[in-house]
């Protein structure tokens, strides 16, 4: 409440009032507070509870109408959460966190599915999400939000598109105390799995997200380098080619 402040220090009220007007200022912050804790409470009991390493069990949840109706209530946490253009690591996290528990409750909605992406791409285009109360798409999120205002390859390897080519979701929210860890780790995973890199003698095919997002790598040669930093195998690649991208339901049973 931003204009409480001079409201109350207006000598015209009496104090009875003053008082009444602090109280409610608090419970309205207090429940915000609160309303933002138990969101963030619920999407980490929920991502426990369905993602594996090897995908999310979506007949599992979707069979659960308590816990449908808690991905709504995350979703509905997200939307309604404060605005912010900030740079910081909270920012970047909940950007993460927005992105893929909107991604969870949409592809819910249409399970049972064999895959989120539709032939013009509307599920990632059109503007089906709300996100610190703008509506926007899911590629708004990402390509006009958390990469340029945070200039971060890593979180090519956190987003989870619903897809089983996509870097596999984490079972857990990322969290700006721990964020740099959260992210290397995903990263390290992704890039030495087979879905990542594929080495082919002196060369690799690589996961196609080095090829659409090559320039937040520093192009071709960046995307080397940044092999090189968290590969533990061969890195060194003369010949480089991409994969095919599965845009089959990341679910498993």
Not at 112 to 118: G, L, N, R
Not at 183 to 210: M, W
Not at 235 to 244: A, E, G, L, R, T
Request: with cysteine.
């Amino acid at each position: 409440m931003r204009g409480a402040g001079n409201f109350l220090e207006s000598n015209k009220l009496p104090s009875h009032m003053k008082t009444k007007l602090t109280s409610i200022a608090a419970f309205l912050v207090l429940s915000a507070a609160t309303f933002a804790a138990d969101w963030q409470a619920d999407y980490a009991r929920l991502l426990k509870k369905y993602v594996t390493p090897g995908g999310v069990k979506y007949a599992e949840w979707k069979a659960n109408a308590e816990d449908v109706k808690a991905i709504q209530a995350v979703a509905d946490g997200v939307a309604a959460a404060p605005g912010s253009t900030a740079k910081s690591k909270e920012q970047l996290a909940f950007h993460i966190n927005a992105y893929n528990a909107w991604i969870l409750r949409e592809a819910l909605a249409k399970y049972p599915t064999k895959s989120v992406k539709d032939t013009l791409f509307t599920f990632f285009t059109g503007n089906r999400i709300t996100v610190a109360g703008a509506k926007m798409s899911f590629n708004r999120l990402e390509k006009d939000i958390i990469r340029p205002r945070f200039e971060e390859p890593r979180i090519h390897f956190a987003l989870n598109c619903a897809s089983r080519s996509c870097p596999p979701l984490r079972n857990e929210p990322y969290d700006a105390a721990k964020l740099d860890a959260q992210l290397d780790e995903e990263t390290r995973g992704y890039v030495n799995s087979p879905n990542g890199v594929k080495p082919t003698g002196d060369g690799a095919a690589l996961s196609k997200i080095f090829d659409w997002y090559k320039e937040d790598f520093g192009g071709e040669a960046g995307v080397l380098t940044f092999l090189k930093k968290y590969r533990s195998g061969k890195s060194d690649f003369k010949k480089i080619s991409y994969q095919d991208y599965d845009w089959g339901l990341n679910e498993t049973k």
